[in-house]
């Protein structure tokens, strides 16, 4: 009985969208003033039957329109989301609650709200208005002061920020001349993270002798963290000495610092060496996202400073991507979240917005880089960091062959996910 309606036009519409349609031409206003102009005749005439009869049908259309204007006033649809935020192969529920607040019953209803089609698990869901999704439709009879709840389950298949709605909800007369359809307010969004895989035994150079990180050689100490005291040689700095300890033990005391390496980890995701990737490309790509994901991860476990740069156009904005390295869960959640947004399109070439970017990042910035077919220029400016004074790790995505010249940079080839855990394939040692 009921009749879709486009959810995006509606939604442009003022007020609610609300939006009224008649089923036919017979209950339009123009079938309308035919049938009166004929019954109008027919009365001239004198034809009481006829008469009769149109008035019947005129009343029916009237009380009809009426039922219809009405149906949707105190009808409201809410949508509750048990998550906003999960991991690929998660699920999340999704309830619709239609109420109906005022004493004109509902013969019928209808609720259609658009899914995109990654988080569907029916594909025989119809396809939508919208490209790239699906309509979630459900209809009922409501009576008076009266809901109803449907439940449907979400399936986080890939990575992405997605839009759910607008919601749509029809209903009208009992006879279904006049449908309604009306948007309810509110739209939400869906924010699926990159995989995460685990890291063992890749390396990650760092540079800057002070910090969170122990280490395993006592090369470098940290002067803000003391685990003991010594006696006092002639090779220790009086800048050490702990002068507390020797008034007690009447004899000059060292201080003995923990010894620490600091590693703070600058991520640079080259979106636009992936397009020249004729197949797997989108494969390769989101190998590359998790990487970035995963290397973000490791560093937060390892208390290190980790931050994000990609020359991605970020939608909505077209800027580049750019979170610069701090610590903590907040920051690893805030570049999880950037690149479930990363898209393939760049703002501008990486030979470009590689050079622009270091130079602001601070002296001994461990800087790892993820692409997929190296820039020609790229053996030159990693010759240029080093001399710089900086350390690089570059993360290679698919079969591709390291850049030439780069003989002194940590070079990995990643094809799986398992080369992360156990690296196998070092093209070129540091």
Known sequence: MSQLYD????????????????AGYLWSKFGALALLAIMLVAAWNRQLVIVLLLGLILVTAG????????????????????ATRAFPDESIDLKLRLVNRKLLPLPWVQADDIIPTPLTMDDAMPPAERPGCRLLSHSASLLWYTGINWHYKLSCRKRGAYSLGPLVVSSGDIFGFYPRAAVQPGEDEIVVYPRLYPIYQLGIPSLYPMGETPSARRIFEDPTRTIGVRDYTPQDSLRHVHWKASARRQNLQIKVFEPSTTLKVALFFAVD???????????????GVSTAASIANYAVQQRSSVGLLAN???PG?????????????????????????VTPSSSAPFPEFFPREWAALPWGTTMILVIAEPPESLAAQLTMLKAAGYKALVLQIGLGAPAEGSEDVAWYNIRTPADLATPTDRRVAA
């Open 312 to 314: 991605t156009s970020l």
């Open 273 to 287: 060496t992936f397009k020249n990737y004729k197949s797997g490309f989108e494969e390769d790509f989101e190998l």
């Open 7 to 22: 959810a995006q036009a509606l939604f442009n519409k003022k007020s609610r969208g609300v939006s009224s349609q008649a």
């Open 317 to 341: 904005s077209g800027q580049p991507l750019k979170i610069l390295p701090g610590g903590g869960t907040n920051q690893l959640m805030m570049i999880l979240e950037a690149l479930a947004r």
């Open 63 to 82: 009380v009809a329109k009426l039922w219809s204007r009405l149906s949707l006033v105190g009808v409201s649809c809410r949508r509750t989301l048990s």
